[in-house]
């Protein structure tokens, strides 16, 4: 079943079992984490029974072992908590706006376009009368992700808070523009499958890194360059475009008005608008 480790308590020194406050765990460390499960699981402790106490998680996307575990204990704290059935829902709310509810997502490198576009098409959008909402990666680091850094570790928090708020908005019968470089293709994928049912478009802003380097707009890719800057995506830190996206655009010999409407269109061909 899907599981997420939502958070690492602390990191075991192996040689003398001290506690040490981390954040990560590198290859064959050990630490004392949370684990959500998508469904509820039967489980023991480990120390009475090694054999529903034990756990192995595998990577969705490759099929390797990522890690394995003992359960302590149950947290129990959600035990109390249902999920309260309401009677209007996302299909009412975009109906009363005359639209499916839908995530845009647009991804690529840094100096892509993505934002340049996002914002073009919520504008289309808006003159069409459509209800909408954009968000912006920077944006959402001045404020719900302020305290997040551009570790690999924070990168992936950083899309699953997006995507829970994109989740909200969608239940809410709007049309979520999403402009995140959001590199690893398991993070996007994990947004599509938290939205869902909501219609999800993954658009590949496919602007080449030469292309990106040259026109820097922020100088974030010559500071990189120069070592000033750490786990830069294009740079000393990976992307992953997508295999199969609903939607790619390129900005070599595209203006960005033709980008978007080539999105718009995408839209209206699939009954969103």
């Not at 979520?176 to 994928?189: D, L, Y």
Request: charged share 25%; glycine share 8%.
């Amino acid at each position: 079943m899907p599981a997420t480790v939502t958070a690492l308590k602390h990191r075991i020194n192996v040689e003398t079992l001290a506690q040490l406050a981390d954040k990560t765990l590198g290859l064959n460390e050990i630490g004392f984490c949370n684990l959500s499960t998508a469904t509820p699981v039967a489980f023991d402790p480990y120390n009475a029974n090694r054999h529903t106490g034990a756990f192995i998680l595998i990577d969705r996307l490759t099929n390797e072992t990522a890690g394995a575990g003992m359960i302590a204990f149950g947290l129990r704290r959600a035990s109390n908590i249902r999920w309260q059935a309401l009677t209007v829902g996302r299909e009412q709310r975009a109906a009363l706006k005359g639209q499916a509810a839908a995530v845009l997502w647009l991804t690529g490198l840094p100096g892509a376009g993505k934002s340049t576009i996002a914002d073009i098409v919520e504008k289309q959008l808006l003159a069409a009368g459509r209800h909408t909402m954009l968000l912006d990666g920077d944006n959402m680091r001045h404020g719900l992700n302020r305290d997040l850094g551009f570790t690999d570790a924070d990168r992936v928090e950083n899309i699953r808070r997006v995507g829970e708020v994109a989740r909200l908005m969608t239940e809410a019968g709007l049309i979520v523009v999403c402009s995140f470089i959001s590199p690893f293709r398991a993070e996007r994928g994990m947004v599509r499958e938290l939205t869902a049912p909501a219609a999800f478009f993954e658009i590949f802003v496919d602007t080449p890194l030469d292309e990106c380097i040259r026109r820097d707009p922020k100088g974030l890719y010559a500071k990189a360059k120069l070592g000033r800057t750490e786990n830069f995506t294009g740079i000393n830190s990976p992307y992953e475009p997508p295999e199969a996206p609903e939607v790619q655009v390129t900005t070599i010999g595209t203006t960005a008005e033709e980008a978007a409407a080539q999105i718009i269109e995408e839209l209206r061909r699939r009954g969103i608008i």
